[in-house]
Nanobody
């Protein structure tokens, strides 16, 4: 069994910053890709940022230059540093990991989500 837990969301004013964390624990032998997605009310879930096991990163055009994704492999944790936040960044942010368990089976798991609200 694997747990994926996000933290760090909250209310911030436009132009402010937040740092999200996502920690995975349980029967994990190796984590491949880790990513952050978000879903705003009435909209589909979209990919925000992704970091591969090699360290290569990709970003949605809407967050390039403002958000930075990073990972700590020793802690099975991925972070999302969000700067210069805008009201349109308001959404529930979800962490997704791709991993292999000790039986060499591969899985995708999601966290429960953390609310980010950007408002004055």
């Amino acid at each position: 069994q694997v747990q994926v837990v996000e933290s760090g969301g909250g209310l911030v004013q436009p132009g402010g910053s937040l740092r999200l964390s996502c920690a995975a624990s349980g029967s994990i032998s190796r984590i491949y890709d880790m990513g952050w997605h978000r879903q705003a009310p009435g909209k589909e879930r979209e990919l925000v940022a992704r970091i591969f096991s090699s360290g290569t990163t990709t970003y949605a055009d809407s967050v390039k230059g403002r958000f930075t994704i990073s990972r700590d492999n020793a802690k099975n944790t991925v972070y999302l540093q969000m700067n210069s936040l805008k009201p349109e960044d308001t959404a529930v942010y979800y962490c997704k990991i791709q991993y292999r368990d000790f039986s060499y089976r591969n899985y995708d798991d999601w966290g429960q989500g953390t609310q980010v609200t950007v408002s004055s």
